[in-house]
C-alpha cells in the first residue's frame, strides 16, 4: 500500500555550523506520497529524465485513473503525479512496475540521475551507457539504498548544462574518458569511461559514510571538514579499484549558469530532434499524448530536462527538418514553447495555491497573468520562502511574503533585494518585467 507523508520535509536545525535534520528524509517517492492540499503526491524517478513511449503511457495511466489527469514535471527532469486520492492503494506502484519504472522499491528515490537532454544528438557524446550502468548499480547497491530523496548525480556531456546544477557527485565527459566531481568544488578526478559509473558509485557511497554522524543529506551540507576528507577518500577508493587514469585531481570550474536547450529543432550529425518548453511543468492529457505519440512515431523515446521541458530525439527520416518542422507546429497549436520568442520562455513557479498548504499565494496564476515581453534573465515564483523548485545561476526571485511579493536578483543563490510589492498586480509585473530586463 502506498502510504501518505507528513505534509512538509523537516526544518534544518544547525549543529556546530554543519546542517542537520530534526527528523527522517520525507522526499516523496512513489511508494510513499506528499499528503497536499489537492490530494497525495507521487514523484516517480525518471534517471536521465529518458522515457520510453509505453512508460510515458504508463505514467499518464496513472494520473488519469488516480490523479489529476496532469503531469507534472520537477527540476530534475522527474514526474508528478497529483490529486491522488486516498483510495488509490498499490494501483500506481503496480502500472510503474509493469512499465519498468520503479525497478527496486528499495532504491526508488535514490535514483536521483540529471542528464544533458541532448546528449548524443547535436555533436557532443552520447550517456545512455553510463545512464544504464549508472542506474543498475545504485539499484543493486544495499548502501546506495540509505541516500536521501534530496541527493543528486549528474552525468553532463561536456557542454557543462547539467555540471551547472550543483549535483552531489557529478561525472563529465572528457575526451575517451571522464571527470568526476564531488560536490560543488573546483577539483575533479580523470576517470576511464569505463569505470566512470562505478567511481559515482563509490563517491556516493563514501559520502554516506561521511554523513553518518552529521545528519547530512548532500553533500554542500557537511562541514568544511567533512567535505575535504569525503574528496579524500574518494580519491583513495577509486585509485584502489583501479577507476582513475591518473592520480590526483584537476582543476576544472564548475559552471555557474544552467543553460537549457534552445526550443525549437535541434540539429546534428547524427539524429534531427525538437525541443519543446512546458509552461510552468504543467502537460495537459492531450499534451502528453501529443508527444509520446511522436516519439512512438519516430525515435520512441522522449527526454524530460530539467528546465521543464521535453526533447523528442529523431531521426525524423529523409525529410527530417520538414518533419521537425511540422512536429514543432502541433506542439505550438498545444501550447507548448517551441522558440525562444515565446513570452512563457524562462517563467517558472512553484505549484502555490490552492495545492500546497504552506504558499501564501496562487504564483503560478501570479505569472500567468505577469507574463510579457522575453526577459534577459529567467524568473521563478515562490509561494513561500522555501522556494521549491527554483533554478540555479542567476534569476529573479519573486516570493509571496505577508508584507507582498518581494522581487530580488540572485547570483549564485544570493539574493539581492530590489523591490516589494503590495497588492497591485500591475505594478507587480511591471516590476517583475524590469527586473527581467
Known amino acids: 500500500m502506498l502510504a501518505a507523508m507528513p505534509e512538509s520535509a523537516p526544518s534544518p536545525r544547525s549543529t556546530g555550523g554543519a546542517p542537520t535534520r530534526s527528523g527522517g528524509d520525507a522526499c516523496p517517492g512513489t511508494l510513499r506520497l506528499h499528503r497536499a492540499d489537492d490530494g497525495a503526491l507521487a514523484r516517480v524517478r525518471v534517471p536521465g529524465g529518458v522515457l520510453r513511449a509505453d512508460q510515458a503511457d504508463a505514467l499518464l495511466a496513472v494520473a488519469e485513473r488516480f490523479g489529476d489527469g496532469e503531469l ?21 506502484a503496480e ?24 546528449a548524443g544528438l547535436d555533436g557532443r557524446p552520447a550517456l545512455g551507457t553510463w545512464l544504464t550502468a549508472l542506474d543498475r548499480l545504485v539499484c543493486g547497491s544495499a548502501t546506495a539504498a540509505g541516500l536521501s530523496g534530496r541527493f543528486l548525480f549528474a552525468l553532463d556531456d561536456g557542454r557543462g548544462d547539467v555540471d551547472a546544477l550543483g549535483a552531489d557527485v557529478t561525472l563529465i565527459a572528457e575526451g575517451d574518458g571522464g571527470l568526476l566531481r564531488v560536490g560543488a568544488g573546483d577539483a575533479v578526478f580523470p576517470v576511464s569511461a569505463a569505470e566512470g559509473p562505478r567511481a559515482a558509485l563509490l563517491a556516493a557511497e563514501a559520502f554516506l559514510r561521511a554523513a553518518r554522524d552529521s545528519g547530512a543529506w548532500r553533500v554542500k551540507d557537511l562541514p568544511d571538514a567533512a ?33 537549457a536547450p534552445r526550443p525549437g529543432p535541434v540539429s546534428g550529425p547524427h539524429a534531427t530532434a525538437i525541443s519543446v518548453g512546458v509552461p510552468l511543468g504543467r502537460l495537459a492529457p492531450r499534451q502528453w499524448r501529443l508527444l509520446t505519440g511522436t516519439a512512438r512515431r519516430y525515435g520512441g523515446e522522449l527526454r524530460l530536462t530539467p528546465w521543464r521541458g521535453v526533447v523528442v530525439p529523431g531521426p525524423f527520416g ?55 515581453p522575453v526577459g534577459r534573465l529567467p524568473v521563478y515564483w515562490s509561494g513561500c520562502e522555501r522556494r521549491c523548485g527554483h533554478p540555479h545561476g542567476e534569476w529573479i526571485d519573486v516570493v509571496a511574503t505577508p508584507d507582498g511579493h518581494r522581487i530580488s536578483h540572485v547570483r549564485g543563490e544570493r539574493p539581492e533585494p530590489r523591490a516589494t510589492v503590495r ?9 517583475v518585467a524590469e527586473a527581467r530586463a
Not at 103 to 117: G, K, L, T, Y
Open 227 to 259: 567535505r575535504a576528507a569525503l574528496v579524500a577518500e574518494v580519491a583513495e577508493v577509486t585509485r584502489v579499484v583501479g577507476a582513475v587514469t591518473r592520480p590526483g585531481t584537476v582543476l576544472r570550474p564548475r559552471p555557474h549558469t544552467a543553460t
Open 95 to 118: 502500472l510503474l512496475t509493469a512499465a519498468g519504472l520503479l525497478p527496486s522499491a528499495a532504491h526508488e528515490r535514490a535514483r536521483n540521475i540529471v542528464a544533458s537532454p541532448l
Open 72 to 92: 507534472h514535471l520537477t527540476s530534475r527532469g522527474n514526474v508528478q503525479v497529483r490529486g491522488l486520492g486516498a483510495d488509490c492503494g498499490s494501483g500506481p
Open 423 to 431: 497588492d497591485d498586480p500591475s505594478a507587480l509585473a511591471a516590476a
Open 318 to 372: 529523409q525529410n527530417g527538418e520538414a518533419a521537425a518542422a511540422e512536429v514543432l507546429r502541433a506542439t505550438a497549436a498545444a501550447g507548448l514553447i517551441t522558440g525562444p520568442d515565446s513570452p512563457w520562455t524562462g517563467v517558472g513557479a512553484c505549484v502555490g495555491r490552492p495545492g500546497c498548504a504552506k504558499s501564501l499565494a496562487d504564483v503560478r496564476a501570479e505569472a500567468g497573468a505577469a507574463v510579457g
